[in-house]
């Protein structure tokens, strides 16, 4: 296949990249390097040392298979992502290039207008030029969980649609899960789902949303095969998912911070398993006609205490409770639907089997950037 | 009251704002006149002779109060924005300066984007601004009844909110009403909803979103008092609304076009009334803490052959079917709730007691601007 992954070098475009070129796919990678650039305006970044983008091509194209980069801004050229959809004419598209942190969004007005801009734009850029171009593409997007939000009002999480009963007729019916995001950068991902259901209703665009649990890890089978492929590994407040926060402490002997009471649950996802499911995605498009498919992209749900807890038995961390800077439900149970990509062929990474395995990884490969301080950076909202 | 209205230069904006001025409150005008702009790409234009936004509002400030303009494009200037709401310090906020136009939307790539961009990010910026800013200012905005679809599915449609069961769960819920929007303009007011569902939640935004029928007519009472104050009258196939388009065809003897076969049920409104329900909603904000309020804001329920039948009936105007441009259901029930704004005090004008007073006045008015051919320029989707 064709495929265009906008936001492929990112922490998780830039694995599902490798994944798909190892595969046999011929990629093509479309990013402005935006996440690169985040890094010195925080002066922060990854622990592991990633390779320019042109030498991570080069590794690639000898280790891995077909990819090569554009570097473009799809919400500021909307012409220059037609011409390139235009010339690739891909099978698939997945989109990666939105603002991925919630802490990032709730910075400030910049950083909620960066993400609601950048994330809408682009993403309706994308359906508007493709609808136009070649509208038998298959759109893969990348949910989050957080459009379900945390309650446990509405029962174990659906993949993507809720049964309900319309009071007033008596009716049952299927409906989008209500949103219910807890930050402006998941707000984003609820409007886009009404960008699919729209586009999919009037032009038939195919789409799988995927909404992914909270990534862990950072290597995979391919980044693995050079130094030059390594993934990066963001350990900061703002960008950093909590159990890489974690683990970044555990390897430098500083305890694991843990916001509020730690009951917070929460689905999780091994980097290496998000890749593969994005491969089954990919190959595996929705039928046409169908209605957006949403998959929830998870492998296990634990409570953040849970995950500090299995560090502190297995590596030895102390952990420290502190002040959670989110507004959030303090401790919530959760249980989460994710038969779609298993019934495709994943078969989830647990904890309990990789956990120890990436704590070493990280121990060897980065002690040095470590700055204790950045790991609580997170901003209060 | 302080009270900024965006778009006030507008088809509703500006007779809102004469009915907020004339009321006593202090009126700032914000509008890029991208509606002008929009009138001589697309060849068209209002049937009335409207008069420059510099004599409107030395004509407004002469006999009904306090009005100025400021010529601001809200979505491409958000600094601008910032500090007119610090300038002004507004009790209230009005959102008109959204695209208003379903057909305009649907034309092509380039209108799909502008109305994303320009309504999408223009709403997020004012939230955001707000929040900084003046956090308790009351944002009022002009939704659609589009944003409710118009299947029966759910039945009689509510003011927002739709009563539910969690079939999993049996648990008896209230939701936002399930969107299924008609075209890319509608899409971009289900999308606000949610803007607006999370600034609630997050930083407890003061909301209040009407969802509009379709407005018809051209005079307020306030339009009355000088020539320089007239409202605009679009009846192209782009921006006119169907009613309005039916009384410029019937005052210049052109056959009613009618889509598909008029069964069509939608819900209507008077332009008089749409300023009125704006005053009530402006006077009577939410409580702090309330979630968005949102009310129909709309008169009466009649199907567009129903319409076309009392113009032929009163007028003497014929009637032609034409092929529905549109992807919507051909026929269709429609039962609206819209007790929230009577409640305020809303008398709704009816289409038996006022049609003809308006087909005069624009058949007094106009007739010598009048293209048949403009009626029936909607693209096709």
Redesign the interface.
């Known amino acids: 296949m064709k495929i265009i992954v906008l936001g492929g070098d990112g922490f998780c475009g830039w694995p599902t990249s490798l994944k798909l070129a190892g595969a046999g796919h011929q990629v093509t990678i479309v990013d402005n390097l935006s996440r690169r650039g985040i890094d010195l305006a925080l002066s922060s970044g990854s622990l592991t040392e990633i390779a320019s983008v042109h030498d991570r091509i080069a590794a690639a194209r000898q280790h891995v298979g077909d990819v090569c980069h554009e570097n473009t801004d799809i919400a500021k050229d909307?012409a220059a992502l037609?011409d390139l959809i235009a010339g690739v004419m891909p099978d698939a598209v997945i989109q990666f290039a939105e603002q991925r942190a919630a802490p990032y969004s709730m910075i400030?007005?910049s950083e909620?207008?960066y993400t609601?801009?950048n994330n809408?734009?682009g993403t309706?850029?994308l359906c508007?030029?493709l609808v136009?171009i070649k509208p038998d593409t298959h759109l893969v997007h990348l949910g989050t969980m957080g459009v379900y939000g945390y309650s446990r009002?509405?029962?174990?999480i659906?993949e993507g649609y809720?049964?309900?009963?319309?009071?007033?007729?008596r009716?049952?019916?299927q409906?989008?899960y209500?949103?219910n995001?807890g930050?402006?950068y998941h707000?984003t991902k609820?409007?886009d789902q009404?960008?699919f259901?729209?586009y999919n209703k009037?032009w038939g665009l195919r789409v799988t949303d995927l909404h992914q649990g909270i990534v862990w890890g950072v290597e995979t089978d391919e980044t693995r095969l050079d130094p030059r492929l390594i993934n990066r590994f963001d350990y900061d407040g703002v960008f950093g998912t909590v159990l890489n926060r974690f683990i970044s402490q555990a390897v430098n002997d500083v305890p694991l911070t843990v916001y509020g009471t730690g009951g917070q649950s929460r689905a999780f996802i091994h980097i290496a398993d998000s890749a593969r499911c994005l491969q089954l995605a990919v190959e595996n498009p929705p039928e046409p006609g169908e209605r957006p498919r949403i998959f929830n992209q998870v492998s296990e749900v634990r409570s953040v205490r849970n995950l500090a807890d299995m560090l502190a038995d297995q590596w030895g961390a102390g952990i420290r409770y502190v002040t959670n800077p989110r507004?959030e439900l303090p401790e919530n149970e959760l249980e989460v639907e994710n038969a779609g990509l298993q019934s495709l062929g994943f078969k989830p990474t647990l904890l309990n089997n990789r956990l120890i395995e990436d704590v070493r990884f990280i121990a060897d490969a980065t002690r040095k950037n470590f700055n204790a301080d950045n790991v609580l950076s997170s901003p209060r909202?």
């Open positions: 909307h037609r400030g007005d909620r207008r609601v801009d809408i734009t309706h850029n508007s030029a136009d009002e509405f029962g174990k659906p809720l049964d309900i009963e319309i009071k007033s007729t009716q049952d019916t409906i989008l209500p949103a995001p930050s402006i707000m609820c409007l009404l960008l259901q729209f009037n507004k909202w």
